[in-house]
């Protein structure tokens, strides 16, 4: 390779060696200083292919790969150096911590001693053999532990079994407890994607859809760091930034296994529309491209966002900018203010005001539907209900009363195909049709069969019936069995009505406040809280802890200070207690660190002025329990599903990458979790205090709220 092309390094004719070595330090300085540690070690070993004594030189390079965590050459380097000086206790030493790192613990021992022989009293040295001694005790303590417990559980198995004569075969081995052996394997190159695109059919065919403001997310996995990401769309560039480093958990055997993730922001708002072709392409320290492991190509369809008046409360949907709007996409998304949503037990995602209704098949099927029809009509009493039917149920359909307009369908069944058919000419002709009705939703009531085709002709932004494998937005599947023929044991009409009554929950759901009689105030007593007195209560923990928020401290002192009221503060642990010495000592603020007797826990929070948490399961208690909730939302799952419905408000961020479901793996996320950080502590201290100064004692607020 030739790094002075690669890093763009043109020095003049005239420039003598020593210029040129300068000039090469000092970039390789500069690199280092921006983090660029790839760039910067590939420059110290050009310095030192300039030097009659390299050692220094290959030195600094290999702990620049050693940051750039490309382990392999970094080795590669350390020897050389240790090579051509065997007197340089640094070197053994970084060979050592090297070694330690990717838990190769014998040659890590090697290198330690080997650094101490040459400086006997060197804490350093000393202080990593005796980590090796320790690590290497500890790993055999695991490993006799994963053995028994692996061993103890097919034991018990086994026992059972030879005690019995025949275990009971619903016993599942797959749910006893795994050893370190069954969790870890070996993990190979590879290129994951998490999100690109949602399935959808639309007029140029069924495919990965993009609209609006999307975010493409995956990871790489390597052993081979890999600095960053350009993605082009038909040979355009529309994103280049740095992959973000994560672990690649539960890795049998290479310690230099990374998982290297990429959370895309793009605007395709203005973009052509239909299909288009995209290649992710990630650039690593070896400069090698392999089609699966570094490089992908897909093929993805871009379409019109959504209308306007659909889905506006949901997280995912960005709103456009204004033209001319500056900075970033990502900075001007994360500048935006928090959303802030009012409690409701309401979800559907927009208006209704014209509903196509599919019931393409026999008469019989509309016969057993009438019961769900009436009922559509009921919770749709001003809606435009246009039925699209078969011929032979039509008049029937007419006869309900229920439908402002029968369309009848040209779908006759083909007893050579077994199915309904219609050629390309009608299908067209019905699109065409069916377009100036502008339906809000379409309801396919048909179970089995090939109506399902219709649905997207309907051009509803919201379909619904039964299976998912034309990508519905409401999907149902009822299964029922009967044990010893498999038929169905339940009325078809039972499904029908299921389809209706579950439009009716989403529209409304019957969720309820329910309240303790059992308990009352004077649980608080043992807390000093006062019959009559006010408090907030806030709840820092959360399971999932990086959808932690980070500013529970500063909104304590805030409600204190400018609230003057009580603040009750509950955390996991005592790690933040001393930053509020003042105020717990002044009688301002309760701080519990420990497990409370549910009957108090749950007198805290039943009587709490206001409640602010996490979406955790305290936060749904307090709701449950008529408490005025304020919720901050991580954005990884929908705040519509998991945002309390009685009482209180959510504040949550759009963000494109809203719906990521990450758990486990947080470092997937690549955009520094902005759904959390970018909550900003006014908004939240602005909700706090309108719901504070609501100022209703709580038993006045659960009767306003209540349902009737």
């Known amino acids: 390779m030739n790094v002075l092309k690669y890093l763009n390094v043109k020095p003049e004719p005239t420039d003598t060696g020593t210029d040129i070595r300068a000039g090469l330090l000092s970039r390789a300085e500069e690199a280092r200083s921006r983090g660029n540690f790839v760039a910067s070690a590939l420059l110290f070993e050009h310095i030192a292919e300039m030097e009659s004594n390299p050692a220094s030189a290959l030195h600094q390079s290999a702990r620049m790969y050693i940051e750039a965590t490309d382990f392999t050459r970094a080795e590669q380097l350390l020897l050389r150096v240790a090579q051509a000086e065997p007197h340089n206790a640094e070197a053994y030493l970084d060979l050592a911590q090297l070694s330690f790192h990717q838990s190769r613990l014998d040659e890590a021992e090697f290198f330690y001693e080997r650094a101490l022989a040459l400086r006997p009293e060197w804490h350093e040295a000393k202080a990593g053999l005796l980590r090796v001694g320790e690590t290497r005790t500890e790993q055999l303590r695991r490993e006799r532990l994963a053995r028994k417990e692996t061993a103890l559980s097919f034991a018990q198995y086994e026992e059972k079994e030879n005690l019995l004569g025949s275990r009971d075969k619903r016993v599942d081995p797959s749910l006893f407890k ?19 695109g949602n399935n959808a059919k639309t007029e140029w065919g069924n495919g990965a859809t993009l609209r609006g403001i999307e975010a493409l997310r995956g990871y790489l996995v390597s052993d081979v760091p890999m600095a960053s990401l350009r993605i082009y769309m038909d040979g355009d560039v529309i994103h280049d930034a740095p992959l973000i480093e994560a672990p690649q958990r539960f890795e049998r055997s290479n310690p230099n296994i990374r998982k290297w993730a990429y959370n895309a922001w793009i605007d395709f708002t203005n973009l052509p529309r239909g299909w288009h072709e995209f290649i992710f392409c990630a650039f690593g320290a070896d400069g090698e491209a392999h089609e699966g492991r570094t490089w992908r190509r897909e093929h993805m369809i871009v379409a019109d966002p959504l209308p306007a008046e659909f889905a506006t409360e949901s997280d995912t949907v960005v709103p456009p900018f204004e033209p001319g709007t500056s900075g970033s996409l990502v900075e001007r998304i994360n500048a935006r203010p928090s959303i802030v949503h009012k409690a409701s037990p309401h979800s559907f995602p927009g208006k209704i005001d014209t509903v196509a209704v599919l019931r393409s098949d026999q008469l019989g099927d509309t016969a057993v539907s009438a019961a769900a029809f009436l009922h559509l009509r009921q919770i749709l009493p001003d809606a435009r209900l246009v039925g699209l039917m078969s011929s032979a149920s039509a008049e029937l359909s007419r006869s309900y009363g229920v439908f402002d307009e029968i369309i009848e369908l040209d779908f006759p069944e083909d007893q050579a195909q077994r199915q309904r058919v219609m050629d390309f000419d009608a299908q067209e002709a019905l699109i065409d049709r069916l377009k100036p009705y502008n339906f809000d939703v379409a309801i396919d009531f048909v179970v089995n069969g090939t109506s399902k085709r219709l649905v997207a002709m309907t051009g509803a932004p919201v379909t619904m019936g039964f299976g998912n494998d034309d990508s519905k937005t409401f999907a149902m599947d009822i299964v029922t069995n009967d044990p010893l023929s498999n038929n169905d044991i339940t009325h078809h009409s039972v499904r029908m009505m299921m389809l209706v009554k579950s439009l009716e929950l989403w529209m409304k759901s019957d969720t309820r406040i329910v309240r303790r009689e059992d308990i009352g105030r004077e649980e608080l007593a043992a807390f000093g809280i006062a019959p009559n007195e006010r408090y907030v209560l806030i709840h820092s923990g959360s399971r999932i802890t990086f959808t932690r928020w980070q500013h529970y401290v500063a909104l304590a002192k805030q409600v204190i200070a400018e609230l003057g009221v009580k603040v009750v503060f509950m955390a996991d642990d005592d790690s933040v207690r001393d930053q509020f010495a003042e105020e717990e000592g002044a009688g301002r603020l309760i ?68 719906g990521c479901g990450l758990h486990h793996d947080p470092e997937e996320c690549a955009q520094d979790v902005a759904c959390m950080k970018y909550i900003r502590l006014a908004e939240v201290f602005r909700e706090v205090r309108a719901l504070f100064e609501a100022g209703a004692p709580n038993d006045q607020v659960v009767a306003a709220i209540s349902p009737a």
């Open 178 to 196: 795994k050893g370190w052996n069954e969790l870890h394997h070996d993990h190979g190159p590879a290129f994951v994607f998490t999100h690109s």
């Open 591 to 658: 701080y519990l660190a420990r497990k409370l007797p549910f009957d108090q826990f749950d007198a805290l929070i039943s009587f709490a002025s206001v409640f602010v948490g996490n979406d955790s399961g305290p936060k749904h208690l307090a709701a449950l329990r008529g408490a005025p909730v304020v919720s901050l939302h991580s954005s990884r799952i929908s705040w519509i599903e998991w945002g309390q419905e009685q009482t209180g408000v959510v504040i949550s961020r759009q963000v494109p990458c809203a």
